[in-house]
Structure formats: C-alpha cells, structure tokens
C-alpha cells in the first residue's frame, strides 16, 4: 500500500515538471507573453534592489509557510502558523467572495487531512493548497495585460511549481521547498531583469513629434541628468517616467501610464520639446510601446 502511495504522490513532480516544461518552451517561443508586472514599478536601483530582496527571499518564506507547513504535518503549531498566514494573504490578494471561498477550501482541506483517516486526505490538501498558491500570484493588472492562452499557463505554471514544491515537502525537510522557492524565484527573476536591450540611438517620428533615443540597463554605473540645450531637451540615464514628470503638469493623468519596460533606461534628445501637444507626445510614446496604460480606462486630456 505504502508503494502505491508513494508512486502516485510521486505524480506530483511528474506533473509539476511537465507543466514547468511546457511553460518555458512556449515562453521561449513567444507563445505566453511574459509579463514584468512586478517591476512595472521600479524607477531607481534602490527600489529595484529592494523588489528583489522581496521576490527571492522574502516572499518565497513567506508563501512555504502559508502553502506547505501544513501538509504531511500533524503538529498544531505548525497548522496555526500556517493557517494565519494563509489566512492574510488571501484575503488581501482577492475581493471578499472569492476570498472567502477559497479561504473556506484551504480550511477544508486541513481539516480534512487533520481528522480524516482516508489515503487520499493529503492528495487533496496538496492539490488545494496548489490551486491557491497559483491563484494569489494573479491580480486585474495581470489579468487585463496578457491573453487568455498567456493567462491559462500561467495558472498552469504556477499550479505545477506548487506541486513540485509540496512534493518536497512530504519527502524531505521543509526547509527544502523553501531553499527550491528561493532558487525558482531568483532564476526566473535573473530571466526577467536582464532583458535585452538594444544601445543604438533610434529615431521616433510621429506626426508632431521626433525624437531619438538609446537604452541602457538598470544596473549601469553612470548619474542621471536632464538639461536643455538649444530647443533640445536632453535626458541621461533615466526613465521615461521623469520625462512625464517633465512634461506633462497634471498628476492624474501620470498616475495612468507606466513604462512599458521598468528594467531599461534611457538616453534621450527631444527636439522642440515644449512645442508638442501633449496627447500627441502620449500617443507617440505609446504607439512605439514605451509607456502603457495601468488598465484598460481612458485618459481624458482635454483638462490639458
């Protein structure tokens, strides 16, 4: 009996892989559009730094305690724990009814696993908590950014790395999931801050507005510095949200646009800068794919 246990939880990895497997050649071919929504905010190397630390080391111990300290366990302590983490998460990562409903499910199924002799309690303490764990890494950002395809794999990916992750734990310590989360999170997130970027100037020529520009990657060493110079505006090493700054007066129009990329910086040369419009310069820099809206609401600029 106890083999065909083990052979059968032993699904989990095999399906977890898989699903990790068909995530990262799909993505490699441009199939799931990957999505920087988590350094959408980024606008210095500090905060940068500080959304790392968070990604790799924080967050993986903090979602291990929420999500796997409970399974396999009969140790209160740890069920408390981890049932009060759990708990904060989500209800702060979803609206009050599908938090409550997948609040109900995760108690479900501890409580199932606790009182219940049945072989299959743990299948579905796993499963559950899976489900959730993938679910709390989605929000209407994310959700209104990419595709449907895009969006299924994801929830897919996610589902298949929680049972990678619980596979770990009913077979080995529990600090081993959280080193394994520690790892996934950094890999995926050095695959996601060294994007390419291209440094040759480019030239953008819209209908009232050229400008050229070159990027360059966060991590360079060189200061950030902003000056005119004869109807030019010249911008170093910064982003294109200061430009914004710069440019546009009104704050709630702002508020609505990131950088498409918070991970690059540029240098960049705005021939008569003051005499564009400003929903021409906006709609410039969105067609060319370097600002985008924060959701699908429409930016009024006749207050402009």
């Known amino acids: 009996m ?31 559009n990957v999505d920087r929504q988590l350094f959408d905010s980024v606008t210095s190397k500090k905060t940068l730094i500080i959304s790392l630390i968070y990604i790799t080391i924080f967050a993986p111990i903090i979602e ?16 408390v724990v981890s049932f009060l983490v759990a708990s904060g998460i989500i209800f702060l990562s979803f609206e009050i009814v599908l938090s409550s409903i997948l609040f109900l499910a995760f108690v479900f199924s501890i409580l199932f696993y606790f009182k219940s002799k049945k072989s299959y309690a743990l299948d579905i303490q796993i499963i559950v908590t899976s489900i959730i764990f993938s679910l709390m890494h989605f929000s209407g950002d994310i959700t209104t950014a990419i595709n449907f395809l895009s969006l299924s794999l994801y929830f897919l990916y996610f589902v298949g790395a929680g049972l990678i992750l619980a596979w770990l734990r009913i077979n080995y310590k529990f600090y081993s999931n959280v080193i394994a989360h520690i790892l996934i999170n950094s890999i995926a997130t050095i695959v996601t801050i060294f994007p390419s970027f291209d440094s040759e100037t480019k030239t953008i020529d819209c209908d009232e507005l050229q ?23 010249v911008l170093k090493n910064t982003n294109i949200i200061y430009m914004l700054d710069l440019y546009l007066k009104d704050e709630d129009v702002k508020s609505k646009y990131i950088q498409t990329n918070g991970l690059i910086f540029y240098d960049l040369k705005l021939p008569e800068f003051y005499d564009t419009s400003p929903q021409a310069f906006l709609d410039c820099l969105e067609e060319h794919e370097l600002i985008k809206r924060k959701s699908s609401v429409q930016v009024d600029l006749d207050v402009l």
Do not use: C, P
């Open 64 to 79: 291990e305690i929420a999500f796997r300290l409970n399974i396999n366990t009969k140790n209160k302590w740890f069920i």
């Open 211 to 233: 400008f050229f520009y070159s990027e360059r990657h966060i991590f360079n060493n060189e200061g950030s510095s902003a000056f005119l110079k004869q109807d030019t505006l």
């Open 2 to 32: 106890s083999r065909l246990i083990n052979k059968r939880r032993n699904i989990y990895l095999v399906a977890g892989l898989f699903l990790s497997i068909l995530f990262s050649v799909l993505m490699f071919f441009e199939v799931v």
